[in-house]
């Protein structure tokens, strides 16, 4: 069968299943958009190219299939290398098709050219520049293969204009020839043997669960092990959810802004138990002080993690599912022979309740707020407060969509997270902007669920026009604006290392109308400006289902977030909330 390399391109799409795809068409790009016409594929026409990138990431986020986005060259190319430097920092398998000038044109400076491979070099795991069209549906089996497994990642393809209108006979591929590319799965046995070892000799043990648990669905086999163990769990950023935060062992998140039991655990244990997470420094803090006194176990299905950060006493390159199963089958008969007694970590764990029950999450009530003295507004709604009642509002299963700054962290601390895939956010990145196509691509892939997004008002004046596409698309998703009128946590950082020297981060109280905005482009909105009224805006938010709903919340300008650990000290030195500081001082 004769095909166009533009056929064959999109007919290799539905070969792999893709069933949606979110893209921007232009000049490079627009021979493939002609048979998309026909195609199965569902496409979502974005508002800016790195829109379309992460609603692909936001798909693939709480699907755990590939999301996919197609783009035009030049400018269209480079407008998604944020979205595919996000993807690639955090794991996500997204699929990036992008348009070239014809291969005649390459290294002319032709009209909308770029050099996108070699731009995407350093944030894909790999990228294809094709060159006859006969190469297609082999490039297209090879790039999804590579975004999927061993550690997942974005990759990009970058198809010519010409290469797109050549003829091709078609064909799929039977097999993938890669010598280069051997990711590994199974664990070493003598090194599950060694890790073993290391756990039933541990008296102040933690399981350090990363992303990773929630790629490799590895959840139920981390409950599994933290069960059979007795050890606490604590789950960073990129794994909330990965073990329900209603179960006894969860400790919650460690890290930066993380609760002071489960950043303190880690400094005091013994045993570090890293299971698909990178020791990145949000978590660590300064390195030569994280942890002192606990040896490593550290698994990652990444050779290039291991050590990279700290050393371990045990390394095992493998999915973390398989390794944490194979533990468990290690240390199962252990229960019989008594080595694995359940009241061995009684003092650790009574230790870890002390604490828990010191240094809770807090934040001031209204009444105990001062009045925010720069924009004028009311001070008493609480963006803590906003986050746990969306929380007691919603569905169980609820996926939670957040951008970055304060309000992506009160977001994971005050949020409840009982599933995974649930939880869908930048992490090592920290790409502001991220909420609103995110979870855009999220309810796209789990229609069934209810999605909200939680943005701060920097955030949302980044990618907001995506909610145009929500519209035309009728995509119900529903954005909580934690509205402080500032860049919260540039303000923050500010407030507590620059003498309060507040350098352009306010951002107005009252420009732009958010509810206005939300309203020209198709939304529901709503303004929120005093506790009471919390609840019954998100409950008629919760009714509607036709169309995107966006709540302005004016919280309060100046809350910060606590704990906090400052950039480049110990996690020994965490601040606390102020009311707690005291007993800070006293332990």
Known sequence: ?????????????????????????GGAILP??????????????????QGAGHMAEGYAHVTGRPGVAIVTSGPGATNIVTSLC????????????????ATAAIGTDAFQEADITGITMGVTKHNWLVTN??????????????????????????????????????????????????????????LIADAAELILAARRPVIYAG?????????????RLA????????????ARGALPDSHPLCLGMPGMHGNYTAVTAMQQADLLIALGSRFDDRVTGKVSAFAPHAKVIHVDIDKAEIGKVRRPEVGIVADARLATEALISALEPRTVTGELRSDRLEDWMGQLRRWQERFPLAYDSPAESEASGASGRLPLLKPQFVIETLRASTPDDTILVSGVGQHQMWASQ????????????????????????????????RPDAMVWAVDGDGCFQMTAQELVTASAERIPVKVAILNNAYLGMVRQWQHMFYEERYSEVYLSADLPDYVGWAE???????????????????????????????????????????????????NDDIVVHPSQASRLAAS
């Not at 493939?32 to 190219?49: F, G, K, M, Q, T």
């Open 1 to 25: 069968m004769q095909l166009t390399g533009a056929q064959a391109l999109v007919k290799s799409l539905e070969t792999q299943g893709v069933e949606v795809m979110f893209g921007l068409p």
């Open 32 to 49: 493939v958009y002609d048979p998309i016409i026909d195609s199965s594929i569902r496409h979502i026409l974005a508002r800016h190219e």
């Open 86 to 101: 996000d993807a690639y920092m955090d794991s996500i398998p997204i699929v990036v098709i992008t348009g070239q000038v």
């Open 133 to 190: 069209a006969a190469d297609i549906p082999r490039i297209v089996a090879e790039a999804f293969h590579v975004a999927t497994t061993g550690r997942p990642g974005p990759v990009l393809v970058d198809v010519p204009k010409d290469v797109s209108l050549q003829m091709m006979e078609w064909y799929w591929p039977d097999s993938l020839d890669m010598p280069g590319y051997r990711p590994p799965s199974k664990p070493e046995p003598a």
């Open 211 to 223: 992303g990773g648990v929630i790629k490799s669905s590895g959840s139920p086999a981390l409950a």
């Open 227 to 238: 069960e059979l163990t007795g050890i606490p769990v604590v789950t960073t950023l990129m």
């Open 414 to 445: 005050h949020w409840r997270f009982e599933h995974p895939n649930s939880w869908v956010n930048s992490g090592g990145l920290g790409t502001m902007g991220f909420s609103v196509p995110a979870a855009i691509g999220a309810k796209v892939g």
């Open 520 to 570: 020209s482009m198709g939304c529901v909105g709503l303004k929120v400006e005093t506790p009471e009224e919390v609840g019954p805006a998100i409950e008629k938010a919760n009714q509607i289902d036709d169309r995107p709903v966006v709540i302005d919340f004016r919280t309060d300008s100046m809350e910060q977030v606590y704990p906090m650990v400052p950039a480049g000290a110990s």
